[in-house]
């Protein structure tokens, strides 16, 4: 299964944007791209997916590089109830994951 | 819906009891598994059943055993507990295999073993 990269930790203002990067140089053609996140002591829940092209949600945005081998999740106005743990995470038709440690982001008020 | 529902929140055995974590979702998805999730982690699949009556392993598989004898139901039992089982247990479904769908969790059960 391919594997994603995330930072470790983001931070960010309240009110304002932010990009979430995510590498997945091993991608292959059937990969989607997911992103859930996790809110603090609660189950992941699902924010967006892509193939090719950029996708937006009532959530969030995401931007598919050209290559696919990166992504970014876009928040466009962050706010609190924003801070969780965000996973990228690659799925094919086979039925296991992979889920790496996500980036946590930090909202400042 | 009810969604994905996870039975009991919480739990604390002794080393060496055994218990069934229950999970059972009312959205008639074909797809349910089971992952742990130890603190600063990701998950990390456990068992998964792509249909009634048929279950497979996942990552880390030892020590759990599971069934799916309805599409609705698919509880994890612990046989003999140990502490390297504490951990968050989180139960999930989804319509299909196909890669586009959306996964579904439950809140989770946060187990310690002593």
């Known amino acids: 299964d391919a594997k994603t990269t995330q930072p470790n930790s983001m931070e960010s203002n309240e009110e304002e944007p932010v990009h979430l990067p995510c590498n997945h140089s091993?991608?292959?053609?059937?990969?989607?791209i997911h992103w859930y996140r996790q809110l603090p002591s609660q189950g992941p829940e699902y924010v967006i997916h892509?193939?090719?092209?950029?996708v937006n949600n009532r959530m969030a945005s995401l931007a598919i590089a050209e290559d696919r081998k990166s992504s970014t999740l876009i928040l466009h106005r962050a706010t609190l109830r924003d801070a969780a743990v965000y996973y990228c995470?690659?799925?094919?038709?086979?039925?296991?994951?992979?889920w790496g440690a996500g980036t946590k982001l930090i909202i400042k008020p | 819906n009810a969604g994905v529902t996870q039975t009991p929140k919480f739990q604390v055995l002794k080393t060496g009891q055994s218990m069934t974590l229950q999970c059972a979702q009312d959205?008639?998805?074909?797809?349910m598994s089971w992952y742990r999730q130890d603190p600063g982690m990701g998950l990390r699949l456990i068992h998964y059943s792509v249909g009634a009556g048929i279950t497979d392993q996942g990552e880390v598989p030892n020590g759990y055993n599971v069934s799916r004898s309805t599409t609705e139901d698919f509880p994890l039992r612990l046989l003999s507990a140990a502490p390297s089982q504490t951990s968050v247990y989180f139960c999930?479904?989804?319509?299909?295999?196909?890669?586009?769908?959306?996964?579904?969790f439950g809140p989770g059960t946060r187990l310690t073993v002593l």
């Open positions: 995470i690659l799925r094919d038709n086979n039925y296991q994951l992979i």
């Open positions: 892509g193939l090719t092209s950029n």
């Open positions: 091993t991608i292959s053609g059937t990969d989607y």
């Open positions: 999930a479904s989804r319509p299909g295999l196909a890669a586009y769908n959306e996964q579904f």
């Open positions: 959205m008639n998805h074909e797809y």
